[in-house]
């Protein structure tokens, strides 16, 4: 039999100051469990997994009865857990489910839907169709006492103006009926140093009780929690963050297109500038942003920001900004790799070009948003032939065609007329790569310094 993390379920420690008594019942019937995470995804199910290993009882809510399905029966979702966690986890109690009853039988329903970034035709704003579809969900099955928290990424305003209606239109009250708080999520997949337990949890409620039981309940899980002055606070923290990692890759990102233009190494730059102790953290360039949190625009929907009327007249410039560098980053490297092939008298048309790592963070299997899928679109178009190399994915394809996959890296980037590495898997021997290569494009800096081009 599996041991069980030992804390005792139920204990109730987290049950907050009870708010003012709702239209509904008191809860008569067991508890089925401690915490519901509604949305088992990259999010939810690493929360559900920290909240299981401390002994709360915890059910996760999934509108897919399939995908519950393949949960139970201990298939992990794509980029969330490892499987033998995902086991520990349903050997201690842990469900999935797509019956949406046993919300109302929770303490504490965290929602972490996911927001996606509608398409720029549509405005590019944060879809909060899924948040809003969780909501109503949890509003059928809401009972007086809960505490529900929203951990999916959104604009300032939106707990309190957006899901806030959405729950109560079953007649609880936010604040009277329940507790209501928003806690940005700080997931970094694939980062064995920081995880939920030693990553500060902050959070913010809709009033100080809200704040409370938020913290009560997060305090069981990581060693410390941040209370922020409200729900707003809360949310713009992760406005805040989000946006401090695309704004400052874009200004490495620019400062390597003028670096290049200038004949000025920037890699030596960021080495020699990060030897500063103080008011310098160093970002790098790279061949595009990839990853789950999308830059969070205000501007793109200013009907969820708070104070409606107030906004947006001082839109967030650098956000913009960020977004336009970035996203020009894989026609860079496009032109960059043309360049480079140029100058040894071969043309882009034509030309055998390897691609190395084409997920969107290092040493994991993960595409979302990769800069991979442009750049070898962008290298297709113009007449290349394209083979990638990547250990975590097995098939790869591109304007919805197959790429060819090296299976021998050495003699595939020694046939190639241009390797260009994307992603710096820790299995790459770069120094190796850089003598068998005819021409290496390096846009992450990983080679020895004048072994190969760089970005
Ligand atoms: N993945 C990250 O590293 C990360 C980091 C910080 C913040 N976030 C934010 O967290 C939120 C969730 O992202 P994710 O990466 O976990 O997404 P995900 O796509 O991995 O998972 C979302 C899950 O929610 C489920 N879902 C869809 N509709 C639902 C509904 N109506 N009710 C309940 N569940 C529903 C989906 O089936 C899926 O399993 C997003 O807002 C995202 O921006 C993600």
Known sequence: MALCWSVPVGTGRHWSAPVGAGRRQERTEPLPADLAVLGLGRTGLPLAQAATATGIGVIGYEPDPEAAAHINAGRVPPGTLAAADLRRMLACGFRATSDPAVLGRVRTA?????????????GGALDLTAVAAAARTLAAHLR?????ILESAVYPGTTEEFLRPLLEAEGLRAGRDFHLAYSPSRLDPGNRDFHLANTPKVVGGCTSACTEAA??????LTERVVRARGVREAEAVKLLETNYRHVNIAFANEMAVFCHDIGVDLWDVIRCAETKPFGFQPFRPGPGVGGH???????????FVAGRPRTPGHPLRMVEHAQEVNGRMPRYVVQRAATLLNEHGKSLRGARVLLLGVTYKADLADQEGSPAREIG???????????????????????????PRADRLWEAAAEADLTLLLQHHRTYDLQGLAVKAQLLLDTRG????????RL
């Open 293 to 303: 949190a999308a830059a969070l625009d205000p501007n793109a929907a200013p009907h």
């Open 377 to 403: 679109r962008r290298l297709i178009e113009l007449g290349a032939q394209l083979g990638y190399h990547d250990p975590y994915v097995p098939q790869w394809r591109v304007l919805d065609r197959p790429v």
């Open 446 to 453: 990983a080679t020895p310094a004048g072994t190969a081009a």
């Open 144 to 148: 007086p006492h809960t505490t529900v």
């Open 110 to 122: 965290v929602i972490c839907a996911p927001t996606p970034l509608a398409e720029a035709a549509d």
């Open 215 to 220: 913290a009560a309940f997060y305090g069981r």
